[in-house]
């Protein structure tokens, strides 16, 4: 028993001896080294932000000062090898091991437009850190740094917002996120975007706005705000709608509502609003019959039972003159859906297009008893009054659409000929 003893007090002398010169390498290999970092950050006299989250944004900007000159002196190394890493790399690992030295020093100046937040720090970074780094370790760095500068650059993007914003629900939305990134920045938190839904959010507030312009015939501000809508949201397929609506009947640029329609249905195919409004303008403007029929027919396909569908349908057949498909799909309309005005004038216009211009007049002063303003009606019964030889009325009627309608081109063409005879 006393020689094992003796046998064990042997090996251990012998272990110290062997591994002493690599302990003593090590502490000689390693070397630390004192850092400073200055950083600073303007806080705008606004209620968005406040004084920590200042602070907390210079301390940030000085620790990856500090980090950077702690880069700077492990790459200088000589007893270092890391030419597998990039700079980036190195900075980002720094500032994961760099140790704080006491606490970090804070001064501020006033101005009109806010404080100026300072931020002076001294840490020291210690090559031994660096002598097993890993694969993992660096990609962990990494993703912590990067997961960081988004934090930042989405703050600093809501400040731009917030300026720009108008009106209190959107101010209090932003301020909702700003609130929420604030939390992790502060708590040194993982990055995990919700933009995406503080987007969606937003995107839906510009184009409620929208239609409530749209609805009070305000376009310029309508047009503004589903912009707005899409600089948030770019698939928002309703706001690409609503503004090819206002190119075609407003402003009459065909071909950007075209390009509207167009950009819909190509992020959602299943979209039939897009499509029924691409087969709308092929007929009405374009005169592209085939094409217009091609787009109702994906709405066919997709949803049978879209309002109005087979009245535009209607609509085509009656501009090629084949009364009886159009006098079907109007029937069908009316069978599946409430009548409506647009059905009632139609109608008339099939009727005036048959010769049987006493039900045509009938069931055009019915589309006008709905609607004592609807253009359309009146451009149709004054065509009709012209084919049962009352010229007088006929132009009276025709004058009253293109008033209703000054974008009327078929009004425009029948008065000017009226007139001229």
Known sequence: MKSLTVLNKNILVMGIVLFLPLFLSTIAFAQRHQVEGDGTYFLMNNDLEDEALAKERARYEALQSASEQAAIFVDSSSELFLDQLTFSELRSYAASVIRVQGLPQYTSSTSGRGTMYYCHLVAVVDTSDFQHTSFESIQKSRQKSEERDRLVREMDELKHKYARAYNETEKQ????????????????????????TY?????????????DYDNNEDYSNAIECYQKALSYDPRFISAYNNLGIIYKDVLQDYEKARECFETSVQINPAYDYGYCNLGILYNDIYHDYDKAMENYNKVIRLNPKFTGLYRYI??????????????????????????????????????????????AMELLEKSISMDDAYGEAYLYRGLTYEQMGNKAQ??????????????NEQARLHYDRLKST
Not at 199 to 211: E, H, I, R
């Open 173 to 196: 939305n932003i301020r909702f996120r700003m609130k929420q990134l604030k939390d992790k920045f502060m708590r040194n938190e993982p990055y995990t975007s919700s933009s995406s």
């Open 394 to 407: 006929a132009l009276q009627d025709i004058s009253r659409a293109k008033e209703l309608e000054p974008g």
């Open 199 to 211: 987007n969606t959010a937003m995107a839906k507030l510009a184009y409620n706005d929208g239609v």
């Open 314 to 359: 209607a609509r085509t057949y009656l501009a090629m003159e084949q009364y009886e498909d159009a006098l079907r799909n109007v029937q069908k309309e009316m069978s599946n859906n409430k009548p409506k005005k647009y059905d009632y004038c139609v109608l008339g216009a099939i009727y005036l297009g048959t010769g049987d211009y006493n039900r």
